[in-house]
């Protein structure tokens, strides 16, 4: 059961690159979200999937563009890196139970922007 | 988080009790939770409580929760080396979104 999977890992990026991180869940969760993490300051929502077909800003959006491809999928996209995107990236899934939300998390990708 | 707030640092000795504090905002959350984050790797739920409960005990893990200071606190009974790693609370808000705090690094001293 391989759970949320993202790719990649690690990523360099110049200044004005683009690129697309993707995630895939499968557990069948209807909610997908996309978290940035930075020392001292938590973890951050960029942007999240309540369900298949929507998608909704989180608390910090800018410079970034997702895709909910299906169920089981939901890329995050930087279309002009900076470096304050420097920073580690998490997609997480979820479903609700009873008012009970567990949140299952990739690895992480750790990327940074030169 | 902005709005989910926890100190960020705790050191304490192998054997001792850890307590890792929390305070939030919004008072119609349902559930409250603390995750885990080991070195290089994703948060993992650790445990929750419903808001209607003052506390929880799951093994070596108390949850409190004073609704009316909007505190919640996470105390581990006879810390580990392997309990080393970064604590989160969270809370939800609505049915679909966390809100998550700052994280508390815990280091075990052996």
């Known amino acids: 059961n391989a759970g949320v999977t993202q790719t990649p890992k690690f990523q360099v990026l110049k200044t004005g690159q683009s690129m697309t991180l993707q995630c895939a869940q499968d557990?069948?969760?209807?909610?997908m979200y996309w978290y940035r993490q930075d020392p001292g300051m938590g973890l951050r929502l960029i942007y999240y999937?309540?369900?298949?077909?929507?998608?909704d800003k989180g608390e910090v959006p800018n410079g970034y563009n997702v895709s909910r491809l299906n169920k089981r999928e939901f890329s995050l996209r930087l279309e002009s890196a900076a470096p304050s995107q420097t920073s580690v990236y998490f997609c997480?899934?979820?479903?609700?139970?009873?008012?009970?939300?567990?949140?299952?998390f990739g690895q992480g990708t750790r990327l940074t922007v030169v | 988080g902005e709005d989910v707030e926890q100190s960020l640092f705790l050191s304490v000795r192998e054997g001792d009790s850890s307590v890792i504090n929390c305070t939030y905002t919004?008072?119609?959350?349902?559930?409250l939770y603390w995750y885990k984050q080991e070195p290089g790797a994703g948060l993992q739920l650790l445990t929750y409580?419903?808001?209607?409960?003052d506390m929880k005990q799951d093994q070596r893990l108390t949850v409190l929760l004073n609704k009316k200071d909007k505190h919640l606190s996470l105390r581990i009974a006879d810390t580990q080396t392997g309990d080393s790693a970064i604590y989160f609370c969270?809370?939800?808000?609505?049915?679909?979104?966390?809100?998550f705090g700052t994280g508390t690094r815990l280091k075990v001293l052996a």
């Open positions: 997480a899934s979820s479903e609700l139970a009873g008012g009970l939300t567990e949140a299952f």
């Open positions: 557990m069948n969760h209807n909610s």
């Open positions: 999937s309540a369900s298949e077909g929507t998608t």
């Open positions: 919004d008072s119609s959350s349902t559930y």
């Open positions: 409580i419903f808001s209607n409960m």
């Open positions: 969270a809370e939800s808000k609505g049915t679909y979104k966390y809100i």
